[in-house]
């Protein structure tokens, strides 16, 4: 699960809040490794908690990341060992190449899509 923190640089990207998945918090400036998931089952719960003052962040599954690139792009998650460590590295070429780093591949997908959201793709 991603934290509140890339949560959050996910929504600055553009990604859509529409999710059943949420991270809320209150106040809105959590103290460092602060986490609230919350599994919305209906719509008026996170309507609920808005209005109450929290801060509320959609928290996307791998595959709504990797839905969210489209069928056009070439898009790839590879898993990479090295002597002592394992990443997962995700990458888009289309228009051109893009690549991304993580520690698990919900890190590594969302951190592209960070990214090329950044160049406006």
Same mark, same amino acid.
């Given at each position: 699960?991603?934290?509140?923190?890339?949560?959050?640089?996910?929504?600055?990207?553009?990604?859509p809040q529409?999710?059943?998945?949420?991270?809320?918090?209150?106040?809105?400036?959590?103290?460092?490794?602060?986490?609230?998931?919350?599994?919305?089952?209906?719509?008026?719960?996170?309507?609920?908690?808005?209005?109450?003052?929290?801060?509320?962040?959609?928290?996307?599954?791998?595959? =709504? %990341? *990797? !839905?969210? $690139? @489209?069928?056009?792009?070439?898009? =790839? %998650? *590879? !898993?990479? $060992? @090295?002597?002592?460590?394992?990443?997962?590295?995700?990458?888009?070429?289309?228009?051109?190449?893009?690549?991304?780093?993580?520690?698990?591949?919900?890190?590594?997908?969302?951190?592209?899509f960070i990214?090329?959201?950044?160049?406006?793709?």
């Open positions: 699960m991603i934290t509140y923190k890339l949560a959050q640089k996910l929504k600055k990207a553009g990604f529409e999710s059943t998945r949420y991270h809320y918090v209150k106040p809105a400036n959590p103290p460092e490794g602060y986490e609230n998931i919350m599994e919305v089952r209906n719509p008026g719960g996170r309507l609920n908690l808005l209005a109450a003052g929290y801060d509320i962040v959609a928290c996307p599954t791998l595959e =709504e %990341l *990797i !839905e969210s $690139f @489209g069928k056009k792009r070439g898009f =790839e %998650l *590879i !898993e990479e $060992f @090295g002597s002592d460590t394992r990443n997962f590295k995700a990458v888009i070429n289309y228009p051109k190449l893009y690549m991304d780093r993580g520690k698990d591949p919900l890190e590594a997908v969302s951190l592209l990214r090329v959201n950044k160049y406006n793709l």
